[in-house]
C-alpha cells in the first residue's frame, strides 16, 4: 500500500522544547516537502528535499531544522528558535521537483502549551 | 514570491449547482495545478494543465487556464455535500525554481 505517512497526529511541546516531526514515503520519490499551515490560510514551503543528502530553504525555513539521510525519510525538527510553532504541518512528496504532481501526508497538528 | 490568489476566500451554494473559483498568479509558468483539503487532512491532488493548455476535463472538473491574464478558473459540476472542502491552486516557476506555490484556497461548502 504506497503512501505518505506522517507521525505523530498530534503532538503538544512546551515552550523551549525541540520537537521531531516524521514523514516517510514508499512511492521511490526522489523530492520531499514540508510546509506550515496556519488555520484558514494557505501552505508555505519550510523546506525542500530533491536528493538524499541534500536540501533547501523555503519561504519560512527560521527555527525549522531538516535532514535527508533516507530517500524514504525526511524528519522536520522544529527547534524552540521558532517563535509561534503552533499549526499545522504537512508533508508531501514528489518524482521530480518543481512542476511534478505533490502527493501529501495526513499531516502533524503541533501545540505549543 | 509568486503566489496564487484565490477567489471567492469562500463559497456556499446548494447541492446540485455548480461551483466557481478563480486563481490569479503573477508570472509565468510551466503548468498550474488545483487541489483540494478536505477539513484536517492532507492536501489531494485534483488536477494539472500545463501552461500549453486551455481547457482540461476530469469527471465534474473543468479547468481553464488564460496565460494572458495569468488566470485560471475551476469549475465544479452538479455539486454534491462530499465536495465540501477547500480547493488551493499551486503554480511553478518557469524561471527555473524548483518547488510550487500555492495561493490562500477557496473554502466551498455544499448546503444539502
Known amino acids: 500500500d504506497g503512501g505518505i505517512t506522517q507521525s505523530p497526529k498530534y503532538l503538544f511541546r512546551k515552550e523551549g522544547q525541540n520537537v521531531t516531526l516524521s514523514c516517510e514515503q514508499n512511492l521511490n520519490h526522489d523530492a520531499m516537502y514540508w510546509y506550515r499551515q496556519d488555520p484558514g490560510q494557505g501552505l508555505r514551503l519550510i523546506y525542500y528535499?530533491?536528493?538524499?543528502?541534500?536540501?533547501q530553504k523555503g519561504d519560512i525555513a527560521e527555527g525549522y531544522s531538516v535532514s535527508r539521510e533516507k530517500k524514504e525519510s525526511f524528519p522536520l525538527t522544529v527547534t524552540s528558535a521558532q517563535k509561534n510553532p503552533t499549526a499545522f504541518y504537512l508533508c508531501?512528496?514528489?518524482?521530480?521537483?518543481?512542476?511534478?504532481?505533490?502527493?501529501f501526508g495526513p499531516g502533524t497538528r503541533l501545540t505549543v502549551l | 514570491s509568486q503566489q496564487g490568489e484565490e477567489d471567492p476566500q469562500a463559497l456556499s451554494i446548494q447541492e446540485g449547482e455548480n461551483a466557481t473559483m478563480n486563481c490569479s498568479y503573477k508570472t509565468s509558468i510551466n503548468n498550474l495545478q488545483w487541489y483540494r483539503q478536505n477539513s484536517g487532512r492532507g492536501l489531494v491532488h485534483l488536477i494539472l494543465?500545463?501552461?500549453?493548455?486551455r481547457e482540461k476535463h476530469s469527471g465534474r472538473l473543468r479547468v481553464t487556464l488564460d496565460t494572458s491574464k495569468k488566470s485560471s478558473s475551476l469549475l465544479i459540476t452538479a455539486s454534491r455535500a462530499a465536495d465540501t472542502a477547500s480547493y488551493f491552486c499551486?503554480?511553478?516557476?518557469?524561471?527555473?525554481?524548483?518547488?510550487?506555490?500555492f495561493g490562500q484556497g477557496t473554502r466551498l461548502t455544499i448546503n444539502p
Open positions: 528535499s530533491q536528493i538524499v543528502n541534500d536540501f
Open positions: 499551486a503554480t511553478d516557476d518557469a524561471m527555473g525554481a524548483q518547488k510550487l506555490v
Open positions: 508531501a512528496s514528489s518524482r521530480l521537483t518543481g512542476t511534478d504532481t505533490q502527493y
Open positions: 494543465i500545463r501552461s500549453n493548455e
